[in-house]
C-alpha cells in the first residue's frame, strides 16, 4: 500500500522533551552504583517502598510471598505522575528521597542484600520477557483475578487432610502471590484516575477536557477489558510501565489492529489523532529502558495461516521510529516473499535519516526454525526478537538470553597452547570443539544453578507471571517451569575473529609453515612485537570471512555446523531448548579489550568481530560479497541472536539508492540471513564525535543489536564502530 506518512506534531515533541528528563534516560551508566541502588542489573532499580515491604513481612511463610509482599508495598508506595502534556500515562516511581529518607533507604539495601542474595544479586534475569499483552486486553485484570479464583477452587484446600501435597501447596503460594500483586497494582490504577481527576480540575482547556478523558479511561483499564484503541493503549503501558525491566511492545499491528480499525469505521478516531497516540506509546519506553538496553516491537511478517501481516499500524510503528529518534523502542520490520516493496522502501527512507531503526528479520527462516525446535505454527508466527536480537515467542516463553558467553578466539588460543607438536589441523579443529563444548557445559551447569536457586525462592513478579502460557493453568512461576517454552540462549563471542584465526593457523602453520605452532602462540602472546610483516601479511595476503572466499567461508561453515552439533546432541526435556547465538551485546568489544592478541592479526585489547558479521574492515570486497559470505552456511539455528551490522555513507542511501538496498536485503534474506540492522553514518561525523561530544549528542549508532548514543559508549566500543567497513 502507498502509504502517505503523518507529520510530528508539537505534542509529540513536548513530550519528548518531558521524558528525557526523567531518571531513566538520564543515565548514561546504569550499571555503576549511584542514587538508587542495583541488584542484579542496571534494569531493576529497587525503590524504598519495595525495601520497607520486604522488612513488614519477614514472616511472610516462603520468601516468594515475601517478595510478592514487597512488589505489592512498592505499587502501594507509587506516586502517580502525569506529565504535561501526555496522553497516555503509567509511570516507574523513582522518588526523590529527603536527607531522612535516603539515610533509612541505604541502611535497608545493605540488610536486603545481606539477606536476599539469592533473590536478585545472583538470580537469573527477570525480565527480557513478552507478555501476552493481548490476554490482558481480551480480559482485563479483572479476568486473570477470576481465572485465578477459579484455579485455586480446583484446589480444594478445604477438602484435603491436615497434610497437603507439597505439588498443591507450591501452586496454592503461587496464586496467592499473584493475587497480591494484582489488587496492588489495581490500587495504583485507581489512584491514577484520582490524580487526572484533580489535575482536571484546575487546568485550562483543552487539558482540562484531556485530563477528564485519561480519567476515565484509567478508572477502566487495565482492570477490565479495553474498549477502544486509546483504552488498548493505556491499558499495555500501564501494566508495563510500572514494571521494572525489558518488556517489549510486542506485535501491535496485530494486537492493535482491531481496535484501530473499529474506531476508524466508527468515526471515534482520525489517523492523525492514531498517530499522535501511537507516538505517546513508543515514547514511553525510554522512560524504562536503560542506556545499553533495548526493548522494542516487531511489525509486519505472517499470521498463522500464512497471510501477510500488513496494516495502516504497521507503517504507523515505523513512523514512530522517525518521531522519536531514540535509541528505543528497538523497532524491527519482519519481511518475507509477501512483503511488499512499499514498506521496505518506507524503512529504507527512515533508516537513510540517520534513524537506526527498523531492523529487518527474516520471517519465513525464524518460523520455520522455531518449529523445528518444537513450536506450534500459530506459536511460531508470533515471535518476537526480545530485546536485543534474540528470538522468543509472544507470551509463552522465557528467554534466558545471554545467560553465559563463550569467547571464541580466548578458547581458540587455549586450545592451542594444549596441543603438540605432531598435531595436525584436523586434530586442532577437533580440539577445539571439544574445548568449546567443555567450556559451554561448565557455564551451563553453573547457570541451571542460578535457575534452580530462583525456582525455590521465587525470582520474578508474580503479576508477570499472569501473562505467559501456561504458568496459571500449571499454576507454577516462570522459573518453577509454568512457561510453555523456556529458550536458554548461550552466545559465541568473535565468531569471525576465530573463523580468520583459524585460516591463519592453517595457512600458516601447516601448508606455508612459516612457524610453528609454539612459535605462532608466542607471537600472538608478544602482540606481534617484532613480527609486524607477519601481522600485515595475514592481514592483507590470506583469506579473511566477508569476502566471498570459498576457503574462508568452508571454515565459517565448519565452525557454525560444530558447534551447533554441541547443542543438538545435548538431550533437553520437552520445552527446554537450548538455541545458540553470535549476538555479541556489546561484550565482543569487552571481552576483546580483555584479551591479548589473536591469530587473525588483531592487535591485543581491541574488540573481537561484532555479532556474525566480519571482522571489523576486512570485507573488502563490497555488500554484496559481504552478504554471501554471511549466508555460505546455515543460520536458522540461532536464534539465540543473529546480528548484521550494516553501515552506509548517506550518500550511498539515498532514495536513487533505495531499490538497490532493497534487492540485497530480499537476496540476504532469501539466502538464509536472519538479521540485517543499518547505520546510516560517515566516518567523518564519527571522528568529530569523539572529538567534540557535546556537538553529537543525539547521534545514535547501532551497537550489537540495539542503539546507543555513540558519546556514551565506551572508548573500545567507539572504535570498534569507527572500524566497521562502510560501504
Not at 219 to 234: I, K, S, T
Not at 267 to 295: K, M, P, W, Y
Not at 296 to 321: H, K, S
Not at 627 to 647: C, D, H
Request: some cysteine; overall charge negative.
Amino acid at each position: 500500500m502507498k502509504y502517505p506518512p503523518i507529520a510530528m506534531t508539537w505534542r509529540t515533541q513536548k513530550i519528548r522533551e518531558e521524558y528525557l528528563k526523567m531518571p531513566v534516560p538520564q543515565e548514561d551508566n546504569p550499571y555503576l552504583d549511584k542514587k538508587y541502588k542495583h541488584f542484579c542489573t542496571g534494569d531493576r532499580w529497587i525503590t524504598l517502598g519495595f525495601l520497607e515491604g520486604w522488612l513488614a513481612h519477614e514472616d511472610a511463610p516462603t520468601t516468594r510471598r515475601r517478595r510478592s509482599y514487597a512488589e505489592a508495598a512498592e505499587l502501594y508506595a507509587a506516586q502517580p505522575i502525569i506529565t504535561e502534556h501526555e496522553l497516555l500515562t503509567g509511570h516507574l516511581y523513582l522518588p526523590e528521597y529527603t536527607p531522612e529518607e535516603q539515610k533509612r533507604y541505604d541502611q535497608l539495601c545493605e540488610m536486603f542484600r545481606m539477606s536476599s542474595v539469592t533473590l536478585l544479586e545472583r538470580g537469573p534475569r527477570i525480565d527480557h520477557l513478552s507478555l501476552d499483552l493481548e490476554k490482558l486486553l481480551r480480559i482485563g485484570i479483572s479476568g486473570i483475578v477470576a481465572e485465578i479464583h477459579a484455579r485455586m477452587a480446583e484446589l480444594n484446600l478445604q477438602d484435603r487432610n491436615v497434610y497437603p501435597e507439597f505439588e498443591v501447596m507450591k501452586q496454592y503460594d503461587f496464586y496467592e502471590c499473584c493475587l497480591l500483586e494484582l489488587e496492588a497494582l489495581k490500587d495504583l490504577q485507581k489512584r491514577y484516575a484520582q490524580k487526572a481527576r484533580e489535575m482536571a480540575e484546575t487546568a485550562p482547556e483543552p487539558r482540562k477536557s484531556e485530563l477528564s478523558q485519561m480519567a476515565e479511561i484509567l478508572e477502566w483499564v487495565p482492570e477490565h477489558p479495553a474498549r477502544n484503541f486509546r483504552e488498548a493503549l493505556q491499558s499495555v503501558q500501564f501494566f508495563l510501565g510500572t514494571l521494572f525491566g525489558l518488556y517489549p511492545l510486542n506485535r501491535p499491528d496485530r494486537y492493535l489492529y482491531p481496535y484501530y480499525a473499529e474506531d476508524v469505521r466508527a468515526g471515534v478516531l482520525t489517523r492523525d489523532e492514531a498517530q499522535e497516540l501511537i507516538d505517546n506509546f513508543c515514547l514511553h519506553v525510554s522512560t524504562r529502558v536503560f542506556s545499553r538496553a533495548a526493548c522494542g516491537f516487531i511489525v509486519g511478517g505472517q499470521d498463522a495461516q500464512g497471510n501477510l501481516v500488513e496494516n495502516e499500524l504497521t507503517y504507523m510503528f515505523l513512523t514512530a521510529l522517525e518521531h522519536i529518534r531514540m535509541p528505543d523502542p528497538n523497532g524491527a520490520l519482519a519481511v518475507n516473499d509477501q512483503t511488499s516493496d512499499d514498506i521496505l522502501h518506507y524503512s529504507a527512507e527512515i533508516l537513510s535519516k540517520g534513524i537506526t531503526h527498523p531492523a529487518f528479520y527474516n520471517d519465513s527462516a525464524i518460523v520455520e526454525s522455531l518449529m523445528r525446535y518444537g513450536c506450534s505454527r500459530e506459536d511460531a508466527v508470533n515471535y518476537i526478537h526480545t530485546t536485543c536480537a534474540e528470538i522468543s515467542v509472544v507470551g509463552k516463553t522465557k528467554s534466558h538470553t545471554t545467560p553465559f558467553m563463550v569467547a571464541l578466539p580466548k578458547t581458540l588460543k587455549e586450545t592451542v597452547r594444549a596441543c603438540g607438536k605432531e598435531t595436525t589441523f584436523a586434530q586442532l579443529q577437533s580440539a577445539y570443539i571439544e574445548q568449546i563444548s567443555k567450556q559451554l557445559s561448565k557455564d551451563c551447569f553453573r547457570y541451571v544453578m542460578r535457575m534452580l536457586e530462583a525456582s525455590r525462592n521465587g525470582n520474578e513478579p508474580m503479576r508477570v507471571c499472569c501473562l505467559v502460557e501456561d504458568c496459571i493453568s500449571r499454576g507454577r512461576s516462570i522459573f518453577e517451569g509454568g512457561e510453555r517454552y523456556s529458550f536458554l540462549q548461550p552466545i559465541l563471542v568473535g565468531f569471525s575473529t576465530a573463523v580468520d584465526s583459524l585460516i591463519a593457523l592453517k595457512t600458516l602453520v601447516f601448508e606455508e609453515k612459516r612457524l610453528t605452532l609454539s612459535e605462532f602462540i608466542q607471537t600472538v602472546d608478544q602482540d606481534f612485537a617484532g613480527n609486524e610483516a607477519l601481522r600485515q601479511y595475514i592481514i592483507h595476503k590470506l583469506p579473511h570471512y566477508g569476502n566471498d572466499n570459498q576457503e574462508a567461508d568452508a571454515m565459517a561453515a565448519w565452525l557454525a555446523e560444530n558447534i551447533l552439533h554441541i547443542f543438538q546432541d545435548s538431550p533437553m526435556l520437552a520445552g527446554r531448548i537450548m538455541m545458540p547465538g553470535t549476538f555479541s551485546y556489546v561484550n565482543h568489544a569487552g571481552l576483546g579489550a580483555q584479551d591479548g592478541a589473536s591469530f587473525d592479526g588483531r592487535r591485543a585489547h581491541f574488540s573481537y568481530s561484532d555479532g556474525c558479521g566480519p571482522v571489523q574492515g576486512r570485507d573488502v570486497n563490497g555488500p554484496t560479497a559481504m552478504m554471501l559470505s554471511l549466508t555460505s552456511w546455515e543460520q536458522s539455528a540461532y536464534l539465540g541472536g543473529m546480528v548484521v551490522n550494516v553501515k552506509f555513507a548517506p550518500k550511498h542511501l539515498t532514495p536513487e539508492h533505495a531499490d538497490s538496498f532493497i534487492a540485497m536485503l530480499r537476496a540476504f534474506l532469501q539466502r538464509g540471513g536472519i538479521e540485517m540492522q543499518v547505520n546510516v553514518v560517515d566516518r567523518e561525523t564519527l571522528l568529530d564525535a569523539r572529538k567534540h561530544p557535546e556537538n553529537h549528542r543525539d547521534l545514535i549508532v547501532r551497537i550489537g543489536g540495539y542503539s546507543d548514543y555513540y558519546v556514551r559508549l565506551s572508548d573500545a566500543l567507539q572504535e570498534e564502530i569507527l572500524e566497521r567497513r562502510e560501504y
